[in-house]
């Protein structure tokens, strides 16, 4: 039986890295946006939307480095563009990433008086958006070759 790997790129921990770093920047501003918007009525809410975003920005990018691993050890046939594979991507990064943002939005908030209802909308509101944004993040470097090496076929 062919080994499916044998044409498999291999990919650098510098490429997982930079992914990382350019998901957090994009998951920040969106999630400080969502949050502030949330809680807008507030008059603290630069001060929460701020926490939570910074507290997601170095608690995740560990998590995003471990979840873009397993996934590189995840078969799929790296010689077409696989579309299903980057949705089910960012369906299984949106799952782990929606438990961390409501577990931080009650912990860093947990005096407030609603804080279970606003996490549970900032939690909603980023299954919509953010699930559409990771998508397009894992298209752009899915073109991007950083950190990609092929093996040459005899």
Do not use: C
Not at 86 to 96: E, G, Q
Not at 123 to 138: G, P, Q, R, T
Request: glycine share 4%; net charge positive; aromatic share 16%.
């Amino acid at each position: 039986m062919p080994n499916s790997n044998i044409n498999k790129p291999v990919i650098l921990y510098k490429r997982h890295i930079a992914k990382a770093i350019t998901w957090r920047v994009f998951s920040f501003v969106t999630t400080f946006l969502l949050v502030l918007i949330i809680f807008q009525k507030e008059e603290n809410a630069t001060d929460i939307a701020s926490g939570i975003a910074i507290g997601e920005f170095f608690f995740k990018m560990v998590l995003y480095l471990v979840h873009e691993r397993i996934w590189y050890h995840i078969n799929f046939d790296f010689d077409i563009v696989s579309r299903v594979r980057h949705i089910a991507k960012s369906v299984t990064w949106r799952i782990l990433g929606s438990f961390v943002t409501f577990g931080l939005a009650l912990f860093l908030n947990k005096n407030h008086s609603d804080m279970t209802t606003m996490a549970t909308k900032v939690v909603i509101a980023e299954l919509f958006v953010k699930i559409l944004v990771y998508y397009w993040h894992e298209r752009i470097w899915y073109r991007i070759k950083y950190g990609v090496v092929h093996n040459k076929k005899d």
